[in-house]
């Protein structure tokens, strides 16, 4: 891994088509997107691939149901239709997810409201997703709900992911289609012309200190909530407002759900869902201002963790959750744009592209749309570059996956199409892994020991938690985030890393630390 990055450094001399700054899902997508088109690119990411948003999202894919009611009806469109299509493109890594709404005799008119919004919502998809229950079998499909009062319910499809899975598969299509990606390498300053036009920028490889200027046609900021900080540099005022949504997840027999539930919270009516993920039960989501330093890690806070409890035991007062039931916790940074609004829940979701002094500036937007925004920045920038059309370089993602008969008589076909939704590109590689060292289950987990050997070897693990909370989630499906195989693991990894017992443990204890502040359910605790 090492090699690979002293290669990819010592070639960012050369000039390039374009820059991306920023490794989360809207730079991978443009990285995939320009890579398509012949460009010569590169994406450079400060911290990890997908650390900052792109790996703490609420894992929907979703068409923004919600939008419709605050008459965001572009978004809602575009939404379902980028929806739709990952859905083809990824299937296994994108996966359809029923979602239940409850309503009680006090919300007479919620249901017509609602029915209405998901009819334009299935004219949009071209297909009828939603279906409505009476009391008596709604009960049945989401068990352990509030019976008193119950009127009836309704059922739609969305769809659900593993952000930070589907960030590296993007990654890896632009890479095999000529795009350079390297992680832990920081834009410090944007070079300028005569002109004052950003023609590149000085970047810092944070894990040698060592610095150099790249030059490229254009310079792309895609840096989600953190933009203002390079804008700051020509010139540019604030423009972000980062909110923060915080999750819980409990295991999955202490809320047991076979699908999604959307409630709305009894203290101002916000949504919150709940749904089957991974193996365990993901809750989700706060929406407040964020007034920490953005610089760093998130951390859900005592109130936003009572708010959340408080919802759950409302609409499923038999369980009785307590914050000693959850198995951790995470939140995430939304890029969104200050509209002025009071509620930040009232902000729109819309995306923004901004050319400020030849910076081009993208940010907003959702998980769902990233490909969209990528097509849109494409087309901003044909003025700055001639595209090559190269006809080798397609954009069909969709792979055909050859099923394995041995690997399927082990797993299953619903965990291999799921390990295919995460290698795409790489499925025959990934093949030769588990046929050279077996298909195991890591205890308590839908993850395979494959999954971290071929991580460590192929994923540009820098960290610990590169591996254990983006690359497989078991830091986050585990408790105590997974001590109790750190173990197995040290044997597992370390030879495919080349680390030393010295570097092991100081790997051990940064992780451990990283996640006692920022993923433990101790925090719940006032």
Same mark, same amino acid.
């Given at each position: 891994?090492? !090699? ?9 001399? /050369? ?29 450079? @990411?400060?911290? +990890? ?34 929806? &739709? ?5 990824? +299937?296994?890594?994108? =996966? ?21 919004? %998901?009819?334009?919502? +299935? ?5 009828? !997703? ?9 009960? $049945? ?33 632009? @890479? ?8 832990y390498?920081?834009?410090? &300053? ?18 040698? *200190? ?13 840096t989600?909530?953190?933009v ?7 010139? =540019? ?29 009894p203290? +101002? ?32 806070s005592?109130e936003?963790?009572?708010?959340m ?14 914050? &000693? ?25 819309d995306?923004?592209?901004?050319? /400020?002094?030849?910076? %081009? ?20 920038? $044909? ?8 006809? !080798? $370089?397609?954009? *069909? ?10 690997l ?5 076909? !619903? ?9 795409? *590109? =790489? ?19 839908? *993850?395979?020991?494959s ?16 591996? %254990? ?58």
């Amino acid at each position: 891994m090492n !090699n690979r990055r002293e290669e990819i450094w010592d070639k960012l001399n /050369e000039t390039w088509d374009v820059i991306i700054i920023g490794g989360g899902i809207t730079g991978a997508g443009i990285l995939r997107r320009a890579a398509s088109q012949g460009l010569r690119c590169l994406l450079l @990411e400060k911290k +990890d691939f997908a650390w900052g948003t792109s790996s703490r999202s609420g894992k929907l894919v979703h068409g923004g149901l919600r939008y419709l009611k605050q008459g965001q009806l572009k978004t809602t469109w575009q939404s379902v239709h980028e929806r &739709e299509k990952l859905l083809s493109e990824c +299937d296994g890594l994108v =996966e359809p997810l029923g979602i239940l709404m409850p309503f009680y005799e006090e919300d007479r008119f919620g249901p017509m409201l609602l029915k209405a919004g %998901l009819t334009l919502y +299935d004219m949009i998809a071209h297909r009828k !997703n939603h279906r409505s229950y009476d009391s008596e079998d709604f009960s $049945k499909m989401a068990p352990g709900i509030r019976q008193t009062g119950l009127s009836t319910g309704l059922q739609y499809y969305d769809a659900r992911t593993d952000d930070a899975r589907l960030v590296l598969r993007v990654l890896k299509e632009g @890479e095999l289609l000529g795009g350079t990606a390297l992680n832990y390498c920081s834009a410090q &300053e944007l070079c300028r012309d005569q002109k004052g036009h950003v023609r590149g920028v000085t970047v810092k490889d944070i894990q040698t *200190n060592k610095t150099k200027e790249v030059f490229g046609k254009i310079v792309i900021n895609a840096t989600g909530v953190w933009v203002d900080q390079l804008r700051s540099q020509v010139g =540019e005022v604030p423009r972000m407002r980062p909110l923060r949504g915080s999750h819980l997840i409990f295991p999955n027999w202490r809320l047991p759900l076979a699908q999604a539930i959307s409630i709305t919270h009894p203290a +101002d009516g916000r949504y919150l869902y709940a749904f089957p993920w991974e193996g365990v039960t993901l809750v989700g989501t706060t929406d407040i201002d964020h007034k920490t330093s953005l610089g760093d890690e998130p951390s859900i806070s005592y109130e936003e963790g009572k708010y959340m409890l408080e919802g759950l035991n409302e609409i499923f007062p038999s369980y009785n959750l307590k914050a &000693e039931d959850v198995l951790s916790t995470f939140s995430g940074v939304r890029p969104v744009v200050h509209t002025g609004k009071k509620d930040p829940s009232k902000e729109a979701r819309d995306h923004c592209i901004w050319m /400020e002094k030849g910076l %081009l500036t993208v940010t907003g937007g959702k998980l769902t749309t990233f490909d969209l925004l990528a097509r849109e920045v494409m087309d901003k920038v $044909k003025s700055e570059i001639s595209h090559q059309n190269d006809s !080798n $370089k397609t954009r *069909n993602f969709k792979q055909e996956m050859k099923m394995n008969s041995i690997l399927s008589s082990h797993l299953g076909d !619903n965990m291999t199409r799921r390990l295919f939704g995460r290698y795409g *590109n =790489e499925w025959s590689s990934f093949m030769d892994e588990i046929e050279q060292n077996g298909c195991e289950f890591i205890p308590g987990t839908n *993850n395979l020991w494959s999954e971290l050997r071929w991580a460590a070897q192929n994923e540009s693990i820098v960290h610990l938690d590169d591996l %254990l909370l983006r690359r497989v989630r078991i830091g986050m499906l585990l408790p105590s985030g997974g001590s109790d195989i750190i173990g197995r693991l040290k044997n597992e990894i370390l030879p495919s890393l080349g680390w030393d017992e010295n570097r092991w443990e100081q790997e051990a204890s940064r992780y451990n630390q990283i996640w006692k502040n920022h993923y433990s359910p101790d925090l719940l605790n006032q």
